[in-house]
T-cell receptor, first 111, second 115 residues
Framework: TQLLEQSPQFLSIQEGENLTVYCNSS?????LQWYRQEPGEGPVLLVT?????EVKKLKRLTFQFGDARKDSSLHITAAQPGDTGLYLC???????????FGTGTRLTIIP | NAGVTQTPKFQVLKTGQSMTLQCAQD?????MYWYRQDPGMGLRLIYY???????DKGEVPNGYNVSRLNKREFSLRLESAAPSQTSVYFC??????????????FGSGTRLTVV
């Protein structure tokens, strides 16, 4: 079973600040996904990265897949209260039906 | 609205009782999954079904059974509930396009408490 570690576990920052959260593993993944989960709801897919070194942007969110495909980062610029939630990374290996989730980073943006 | 529908949303069981969690998707997805989410442990896969007629164990299958009733529906059964099964249960589905898996679509969850 692959282990995906996310850091930090909790993060609370002021509105307007920048932040980065990390997802690390000793395993190589064919693709990696990021999800955001709000209280009382299921996770919602934000992005999928598939190529080592790939960078994807979603408005103020920037996602990067490590060159070795073992890690990923999510950077948020000028955080807003609407960014509050649990951020989960999830990795897949080649040909494997199963997706492994990290334990998540709980982000709180203070107005 | 298209998506994954889970019922019930909340349930309280006594130890030893049985129940079935229902899940249905209307996106014509082939693959369906059951996860449980516990504080500090993330989402852990219980069972999955790669296609209609097939089911496989995930990371934490003990104490659970599943049925892929048809392409739309994938149910999770607890035969004899235990307090350790207190959790939030999520059903998800996904499909493959051009040979690549797409992201999961999750339901809104079932919050189960076993007393």
């Amino acid at each position: 079973t692959q282990l995906l570690e996310q850091s930090p576990q909790f993060l609370s920052i002021q509105e307007g600040e920048n932040l980065t959260v990390y997802c690390n593993s000793s395993s190589v993944f064919s693709s990696l996904q990021w999800y955001r989960q709000e209280p009382g709801e299921g996770p919602v897919l934000l992005v999928t990265v598939v190529t080592g070194g790939e960078v994807k942007k979603l408005k103020r969110l920037t996602f990067q897949f490590g060159d070795a495909r073992k890690d990923s980062s999510l950077h948020i610029t000028a955080a807003q209260p609407g960014d509050t939630g649990l951020y989960l990374c999830a990795g897949a290996v080649f040909g494997n039906e199963k997706l492994t989730f990290g334990t998540g980073t709980r982000l709180t943006i203070i107005p | 609205n298209a998506g994954v529908t889970q019922t019930p949303k909340f349930q309280v069981l006594k130890t030893g009782q049985s129940m079935t969690l229902q899940c249905a998707q209307d996106m014509n997805h082939n693959s369906m999954y059951w996860y449980r989410q516990d504080p500090g442990m993330g989402l852990r896969l219980i069972y999955y079904s790669a296609s209609e007629g097939t089911t496989d164990k995930g990371e934490v299958p003990n104490g659970y059974n599943v049925s892929r009733l048809n392409k739309r529906e994938f149910s999770l059964r607890l035969e004899s509930a235990a307090p350790s099964q207190t959790s939030v249960y999520f059903c998800a589905s996904r499909t493959r396009r051009q040979g690549k898996y797409e992201g999961y679509t999750f339901g809104s969850g079932t919050r189960l408490t076993v007393v």
